[in-house]
């Protein structure tokens, strides 16, 4: 079974708004925009904004050009993969997996389980019912295939069922070839074959054609495509069930939690801290059950007027001790407000690792003597805050405000991460590049004297240029490539400044120049 939310996005973001302002969004056009290289485009559009001409992909300057009044939001991709997942939990009412099919899919496996339903046509009316409850515009279908299924829930009426016995071929044969979940570039080569429709690709796979090409043409054709989408054949195969099609059930995840429901509200600290024990000794009996570590900890704290205040610790490195637990939590229970009291407590690991036995007695030691790292890093961070310690690793790029990036301390370096190889850096990168006023002989030529925060520097010494391209797939098509030189003045001070773009790159007037970091 087929599940499509057409409009996820849209629907996730209505369920906010309804719960946060009580009113309908609908009446005035909305949508919600991602941020490109090119500029805002459109990632989804409401019935009204559709109305007026704006669309899905759509520029967000066009879209403004055919509705003035469009109203914005920004749209939340990670957000909405993550809702998604939810979802294909959920639906896991109607069959035993389910598997997500981005963006806005999920497909559940409903063989031999319709009959609990009352039938087939009952278990998709329970579906939508269900999904409408929700707040979600949904689109469901039955078909021995998961592409069957998918292409019959986007191109046919909702509720459409197909059975094993039935004709596949001639039953799809009317829908579109978009139907099969091929990329644009494909469907744009098909379109041009004149293959619109399944039952055209039908016709030629099996040799029916005027021309008699066959199956063998678009073999030949298609025979560098290794991807399923990007292959006609492949998703041909897949749909009428002549090869496998792989999927990826979801597995729910369940996050060790424990928690103290109170007889008698507690407003002390010292017996705030006594629970807080009591749980942190209770998470470690069950992660050690589990063989895991919980690297981030969130601690509940319910008020007996209904509030509920959390406090969330993010560890260096997977753990399991308690005492360690208790120590970090008592510096973040310091401004907690109990009110008329506490009436339960939860702590929840939402983040766990595998984490194996060890001897308890040398950890210990080695904590006693102040050389354990990770519990150092632990109380730093739990001191200074989240984003305070860090360490900076190379990252894959030859631009250089992003040659390296700040992560965990004790988080290993990504392994598809490289460090390229580069000319001489400065010591010192200033956090953005600082414009300055060079004298040069000519626009192309060495500079000869620069004003950097009201003072002239005469260069003494100058060595260069290393020219860096941009990162065309990353920036905008205006961006210019730098011209980069290390210079160093009369009283023996280098700098290393560049010259963004040239004077005939077409992109652009005359170029600008840059200061971006410190030798020592």
């Known amino acids: 079974m087929a599940i499509w939310c057409a409009d996820l996005a849209l629907d996730r973001w209505r369920h906010a708004e309804n719960c946060r302002r009580g009113e309908g969004p609908d009446a005035a056009p909305l949508a919600l925009i991602a941020e490109t290289a090119h500029g805002p485009r459109i990632d989804a559009a409401n019935h009204a904004a559709r109305e007026a001409g704006a669309a899905n992909g759509m520029m967000l300057a066009d879209a403004r050009t055919l509705c003035p009044s469009l109203e914005v939001r920004p749209s939340d991709p990670a957000g909405d993969l993550a809702f998604l997942e939810r979802l294909a939990l959920w639906a896991q009412r109607w069959g035993p997996w389910s598997a997500i099919d981005p963006p806005d899919g999920v497909l559940v496996d409903v063989t031999a389980v319709a009959h609990l339903f009352g039938g087939e046509r009952r278990l998709l009316a329970d579906v939508e019912a269900r999904c409408s409850a929700r707040g979600l515009k949904v689109r469901s ?18 509720g459409a069922i197909l059975a094993p016995d039935d004709d596949m071929p001639a039953r799809l044969a009317d829908l579109p070839v978009a139907a099969l979940r091929l990329d644009t570039d494909v469907l744009l080569v098909l379109r041009r074959l004149g293959l619109k429709r399944l039952g055209d690709l039908a016709g030629i796979e099996e040799g029916r054609d005027r021309k008699g090409s066959g199956r063998d043409a678009l073999q030949r054709r298609f025979r560098n495509r290794k991807s399923s989408s990007a292959n006609p054949l492949i998703r041909m195969d897949q749909l009428l069930g002549r090869v496998p099609e792989p999927l990826l059930p979801v597995v729910p995840v369940i996050a060790p939690m424990v928690q103290r429901r109170l007889l008698e509200p507690i407003r002390h600290r010292q017996l705030l801290d006594t629970v807080v024990a009591d749980l942190a000794a209770d998470m470690a ?8 570590g919980a690297r981030r900890l969130q601690l509940g704290l319910w008020r007996v007027d209904g509030e509920v205040l959390v406090r969330e610790l993010e560890l260096a490195a997977a753990t399991r001790d308690p005492a360690h637990m208790i120590r970090l939590f008592a510096e973040r ?3 907690v407000d109990a009110g008329f009291g506490i009436e339960m407590l939860r702590l929840r690991a939402a983040w766990t690792q595998p984490l194996g036995l060890d001897q308890a007695d040398l950890e210990a030691a080695a904590e006693q003597h102040g050389t354990s790292l990770a519990a150092c890093m632990d109380r730093l961070t739990t001191r200074l805050g989240q984003q305070a310690v860090q360490r900076p690793v190379p990252r894959a790029s030859h631009i250089p405000e992003r040659a ?12 598809e991460q490289h460090q390229l190889a580069f000319h001489t850096r400065p010591l010192k990168l200033l956090d953005r590049p600082e414009r300055i006023s060079v004298l040069y002989a000519a626009p192309e030529g060495y500079p000869r004297r620069f004003s950097w925060r009201g003072q002239v520097c005469e260069v003494a010494r100058v060595e260069g240029p290393e020219r860096i391209a941009p990162e065309w797939w ?14 160093e003045d009369e009283t023996g001070r280098r700098y290393w400044i560049y010259r963004n773009g040239l004077p005939t790159d077409g992109r652009g007037g005359m170029p600008d120049w840059y200061l971006q970091g410190l030798f020592g």
Do not use: C, F, M, N
């Open 141 to 158: 279908a039955i078909a021995p295939t998961a592409g069957a299924a998918w292409a019959l829930a986007h191109y046919a009426a909702s």
């Open 285 to 292: 009996r069950t992660l050690e059950a589990k063989g895991e």
């Open 333 to 335: 229970l310091d401004d």
């Open 404 to 415: 390296q990036h700040w992560q965990p301390p004790l988080e290993p370096e990504p392994a």
């Open 474 to 487: 990353r920036e905008r098509g205006t961006a210019r490539l730098r011209d980069y030189y290390r210079v």
